[in-house]
């Protein structure tokens, strides 16, 4: 390589070649910090996919006698004073596709979410209520015609919620759910103070959050909020529609906010592209299939909405 004498021989010229170049440097350094600060949840969640989770069992409520299992997620950030104190805790609950995929991995949007939760500094809990009864998905069955409901799900939920409360690095008092679809229906029997379960057990969660659940039989029943509870919902859900949620959200405002989404659909959060499920059946117009898929406008909306509903009832 060859160097212009004009550069060489000047010290003018070196001299304001040096302070370019710091200039340069002093950009690129701020360039990054920048970037840094901007996309937290980004890096969040790719943390998340670093992290094995670590498989653990719990027993359901009594009188299921049913040995769940589930994958535990801690949190690790902060200082090492912080890491020594209880955190809150999340419990995920899974759709009607479950909570593993076919090769028993995590789903991505799951993953996503608990490296989202641990970088805010709590633990979180992937609970399973199909891989221990024998099902991997109920998606295609209609609700009737399903071997595993509510009532196992949400006994699942409170056998969560006192095997966290046992747990030396989790606060008791500072649990949350979690769930979507089906989850998202757990969410809602599981905090329904019209059940006697709901009332009698020893463990509620500070706060709940439901994407896309269906409200139709919590709201037939009569919806007594025991938390605080958050309805995330696409206005064009033809899986689960939002109207009986936006019913059920109106009818206590006090304990339920909710957030409806313009042209958002079933999954809205997901990053998969909409689609038409034909295999799925729909309630509304039977024969025609339900659709699924994100909305990004929706996705990044929701993420800020949910991380900011739970920091506040969460806090200490």
């Known amino acids: 390589m060859t160097t212009s004498p004009a550069l060489t021989d000047s010290p003018i010229r070196i001299a304001v070649c040096r302070v370019a170049i710091a200039a340069l440097l002093l950009a690129g350094c701020a360039l990054a910090l920048s970037a840094r600060a901007a996309s937290p949840i980004k890096s969040a969640a790719a943390d998340a996919l670093t992290k094995p989770p670590v498989m653990v069992e719990m027993p359901s409520a009594l009188p299921d006698k049913t ?82 409901t509510q009532l196992q799900r949400r006994r699942d939920v409170f056998g969560a919620l006192v095997w966290l409360s046992g747990r030396a690095d989790v606060d008791p008092e500072r649990l949350a759910l979690l769930g979507w679809s089906n989850g998202g229906s757990t969410v809602l ?30 709201l ?27 019913e059920l959200a109106q009818s ?47 996705r990044r909306d929701s993420v800020k909405t949910v991380i900011s509903f739970l920091r506040e009832r969460l806090a200490s």
């Open 67 to 148: 040995r769940l299992r589930g994958a535990w997620l801690s949190a690790t950030t902060g200082t090492a004073s912080a890491l020594a104190k209880r955190r809150p805790a999340v419990v995920l609950l899974h759709g009607c596709g479950g909570a593993f995929d076919s090769q028993g991995k995590i789903f991505t949007r799951t993953l996503r979410y608990a490296g989202l939760l641990n970088n805010e500094g709590w633990h979180v809990l992937v609970l399973d209520s199909y891989g221990p009864r024998g099902e991997r998905s109920v998606c295609k069955l209609r609700p009737g015609h399903r071997r595993i």
């Open 220 to 246: 037939r029943r009569g919806y007594a909020a025991n938390t605080s509870l958050l309805l995330m919902l696409g206005e064009d859900d033809d899986w689960t529609p939002s109207q009986a949620c936006v």
């Open 252 to 298: 206590d405002t006090s304990h339920i906010s909710y957030k409806l989404y313009p042209g958002a659909h079933h999954g809205f959060d997901s990053r998969a592209p909409l689609r038409l499920r034909r295999d799925v059946p729909n309630r509304l117009r039977p024969g025609e299939g339900v659709h699924v898929g994100g909305q990004p406008d929706a």
């Open 189 to 218: 029997a599981s905090t329904n103070g019209q059940h006697a379960e709901v009332t009698e057990s020893a463990r509620k969660p500070r706060a709940a959050v439901a994407f896309y659940p269906g409200c139709e039989a919590e």
